[in-house]
Every structure is written in structure tokens, then in C-alpha cells.
């Protein structure tokens, strides 16, 4: 299937209809971070939530996250 690029609050997803149904989705400057959803609000909210995790470990892993990754969250908020 085709992907496709969704500008999201200063952040880039790449995502990509799957076959069996639903979406598949990738946070294109933490290439790491994906998930699915059965429909494209979905995927991109579950993008989110994927993001806002990661950043949650990572501070708490002491490992350091762009601004721009930061702000893409926080703008979420």
C-alpha cells in the first residue's frame, strides 16, 4: 500500500493504509516510534500517546529528546 506524510503540531508521521484494514504509523524523526489504529485519528492519536511515552522513558532513562519532539507533545497537551 502507499504511505503518506501527515504534519502533525510541528512533527512529521508517515503512515500507511495495511491491507488486513486499519493504519500503520511511524513518527518519521523517532523512526522507533509506531503503532497502528483502525483509523487514521486513531493511528495519529495513538502516535501521540507512542510519543509521549517514549519521552516519559527516556527522561526517566536520562536519555536526552529534542525540543522538537518536546514541543510536538506538549502542543498535544
Do not use: W
Not at 5 to 16: A, M, N, S
Not at 39 to 55: G, K, V
Amino acid at each position: 500500500m502507499d504511505a503518506f506524510i501527515v504534519q502533525d503540531r510541528g512533527l512529521t508521521y508517515r503512515i500507511e493504509q495495511v491491507e488486513e484494514g486499519g493504519y500503520f504509523g511511524q513518527v518519521v524523526e523517532l523512526p522507533t516510534c509506531i503503532t497502528e489504529g483502525l483509523t487514521l485519528d486513531e493511528t495519529i492519536t495513538n502516535l501521540r500517546d507512542a510519543l509521549a511515552l517514549y519521552i516519559e522513558v527516556a527522561d526517566e532513562d536520562g536519555i536526552e529528546v529534542s525540543a522538537p519532539l518536546r514541543q510536538g507533545v506538549a502542543a498535544a497537551s
